[in-house]
DNA sequence: ATTATTTGACCCAT
DNA sequence: ATGGGTCAAATAAT
């Protein structure tokens, strides 16, 4: 994985937190994507198994590789860097040593234009699936040589958190029923109005609604669940559950001196499943511009794909399962 | 010039 | 009041 280019003055343990995190977010959006259409990929439930360790690992790794700052804070300058973001849009202008430095940034009045190097991933897909994310609607168009129009879509936050991302739908197929659907630019806001979308919907939730086991690793059944099946919501606060929610039930109080360990919580993945879990990373489709990670600096720490994974990933460790 | 994409005003449903 | 869809116009890319 590329690295984004940071200022050489950070220490060498506070750029490995960094990446720590970056990679975490990549990891996030695969697992998000192997779970929204689990029909088009072909993986191995243990690669999903050894996908969850990895990701679970990243806050103690992060922390782990700061912490040799002893008394010093990490002092990631998200808000910084979430304003410095690479685009034809928002210009760098200055960086210096401090990571406090407020960037000044250049914002061009309007474009209507998506900037051409932004990262994309393109699904084909006979279901409308809800992902998770709000969006709203703010065109639709006829498209030449094809009888069928996009519709384009908006983050529902991009005007209260200027998140960029976007999304187009596209007919593809009447039979069988296709849709394509590109999706632009990560999302950066940190609102998840619904629960992060562990429950798969389709036109027929009878038959296709279904959980992921984490720890059997088996698809289960909404129906077998029964009615009292709890709903996300009652696991997230705000939307956004903290890493203590996702590390500790309330009965084990966070200590600080020995950071939780995930791969004691969920069931030790065997190391052939990182190899597996790299052999369909391979296959699957993000599409990413050359000398471009996929991500964009404002996404190390507020990504919502992380926030909305952590949230899945905090459900999961409820008892009832 | 043509086409694709985005904005912003407007309308409607809740 | 608020949120989401529609649509004409503006803007960018080719």
């Not at 069928?148 to 983050?155: A, D, E, G, K, L």
């Not at 029964?226 to 590390?247: A, H, M, R, T």
Request: hydrophobic fraction near 30%; charged fraction near 20%.
């Amino acid at each position: 994985m590329e690295s984004p280019s940071w200022p050489e003055s950070l220490p060498d343990n506070r750029l490995k937190a960094i990446q720590e995190l970056t990679q975490g977010q990549d990891w996030t959006t695969k697992l998000q994507e192997v779970l929204w259409w689990p029909e088009e990929m072909e993986s191995d439930p243990t690669s999903i198994d050894g996908l969850v360790v990895q990701i679970l690992m990243i806050p103690y790794r992060s922390w782990a590789s700061s912490c040799s700052f002893k008394n010093e804070a990490l002092e990631l300058p998200t808000c910084d860097f979430h304003s410095s973001v690479s685009s034809d849009t928002q210009k760098l202008e200055k960086y210096n040593d401090s990571p406090k430095t407020v960037i000044p940034v250049t914002i061009k009045k309007r474009s209507a234009k998506r900037r051409k190097n932004s990262w994309t991933s393109t699904k084909v897909t006979s279901v409308l699936i809800d992902d998770g994310h709000a969006w709203r609607k703010y065109g639709q168009k006829e498209i030449l040589n094809s009888k069928r129009h996009r519709s384009y879509y908006r983050c529902t936050y991009k005007s209260d958190q200027g998140c960029q991302a976007t999304k187009q739908v596209q007919m593809i197929e009447d039979k069988p029923l296709k849709y394509r659907i590109t999706y632009f630019s990560n999302h950066t806001c940190n609102n998840l109005q619904r629960p992060p979308p562990i429950i798969l919907h389709s036109p027929y939730p009878r038959e296709n609604s279904m959980l992921l086991n984490f720890e059997t690793k088996e698809l289960i059944n909404k129906k077998q669940l029964g009615p009292n099946f709890p709903s996300v919501k009652q696991e997230l606060n705000d939307g956004v559950p903290s890493l203590s929610s996702l590390g500790h039930n309330q009965s084990t109080p966070c200590n600080y001196n020995s950071p939780w360990d995930p791969s004691t919580h969920v069931s030790q993945a065997p190391k052939e499943s990182l190899s597996l879990m790299s052999s369909w990373l391979d296959r699957e489709e993000m599409v990413s511009p050359p000398a471009y990670s996929g991500l964009d600096h404002g996404d190390i720490i507020s990504s919502s794909s992380y926030s909305s994974m952590a949230g899945t990933l905090g459900y999961h460790m409820n008892p009832m399962l």
